[in-house]
Nanobody, 124 residues
Framework: VQLQAFGGGSVQAGDSLRLSCAASGLTFSGYGMGWFRQAPGKEREFVSHISYSGRSTYYADSVKGRLTISRDNAKNTVYLQMDSLKPEDTAVYYC??????????????????WGQGTLVTVSS
């Protein structure tokens, strides 16, 4: 199983980015998918989750209304659209796959596979 996250970069506050995570080696449509982030010196934290079908989504309070998760099961890819970025969004962003497709997974231990991370830097 491989999850490859990309799309990070350095932007100004208020800008947008779209992260992508391409999955291979698993039946993508059977997995719930999540995004987490880890800022320097901090623990990895939950950002968003999307159910296997894409019909259910869930967000951390800190990103509600600014970040949008989506998926394309035909392309084995999950996305994170990031709008109105803030300096506090600066972190390495990781995608992850949960084989229990029907649950809402917000803890790192819920996930079975992880991508390598992509760095997002937001300057003021």
């Amino acid at each position: 199983v491989q999850l490859q996250a990309f799309g990070g970069g350095s932007v100004q506050a208020g800008d947008s980015l779209r992260l992508s995570c391409a999955a291979s080696g698993l039946t993508f449509s059977g997995y719930g998918m999540g995004w987490f982030r880890q800022a320097p010196g901090k623990e990895r934290e939950f950002v968003s989750h999307i159910s296997y079908s894409g019909r259910s989504t869930y967000y951390a309070d800190s990103v509600k209304g600014r970040l949008t998760i989506s998926r394309d099961n035909a392309k084995n890819t999950v996305y994170l659209q990031m709008d109105s970025l803030k300096p506090e969004d600066t972190a390495v962003y990781y995608c992850a796959a949960d084989r229990i497709r029907s649950r809402l997974a917000a803890n790192t231990e819920d996930y079975n596979y992880w991508g390598q991370g992509t760095l997002v830097t937001v300057s003021s």
